[in-house]
């Protein structure tokens, strides 16, 4: 019996299809991840579609919402989309901590839900500026270090925009944010 087993011929070896064969086994797999691709960008351009880009007249780049954009979120009090506005450049003052003179530095920004309290405000921008400068150098160290310090003058802020935007005849603004805050 042993004989016997000896006797059979070995099975014949498998071929891989050599180089030929590799080669097209890749293109395949390339082409389907390739499909794969472009049909998976195509369907998260449709989900997920890039906001429309406008140049404003500063040269900044700025997102325009659409009225679809705007009815899914974003609204606001009226039902408007908030609308920003950034006083810049931003306010410096400086002020005395016991015979030490600092310095502050707040970039603000001011937020409306009526287009035309913005355009009231970048109008009336100087004025704006003015009193907001004013109402900052009165400032002691110690009040601007704490949270309740810093709310408490954003809404001092808040009041001095609205009363601006009230004596030049404006819309009324929302809301003050500060959005950048240093004490040196």
């Known amino acids: 019996m042993a004989d016997a087993a000896d006797e059979a011929p070995p099975p014949p070896p498998q071929k891989s299809g050599g180089f ?17 691709v472009v049909v998976g960008g195509f369907i998260n351009a ?28 974003g609204e606001g009090e009226a039902g408007k989309a908030a609308v920003y506005f950034a006083i810049d450049p931003p306010l410096v003052v400086n002020f005395e901590d016991s015979s030490a ?19 009231s405000v970048q109008k009336n921008i100087p004025l704006v500026r003015n009193n907001l400068l004013l109402l900052m150098s009165n400032r002691n160290y110690q009040s601007l270090m704490s949270r309740e310090g810093k709310e408490k003058l954003r809404q001092e802020a808040l009041a001095e925009v609205r009363a601006v935007q009230k004596k030049q005849g404006g819309s009324e603004v929302d809301d003050v944010l500060f959005t950048s805050f240093v004490v040196q």
């Open 20 to 36: 030929m064969g590799t080669l097209i086994n890749g293109i395949g797999i390339f082409a389907l991840t390739l499909v794969a």
């Open 46 to 73: 449709k989900l997920h579609p890039l906001p429309d880009m406008q140049l404003d007249k500063d040269g900044k780049i700025k997102a325009i919402v659409s009225v679809a954009a705007a009815a899914h979120g």
């Open 101 to 119: 003179v600092r310095f502050l530095q707040i970039t603000m920004e001011v937020m409306a839900h009526d287009p035309k309290a913005i355009e």
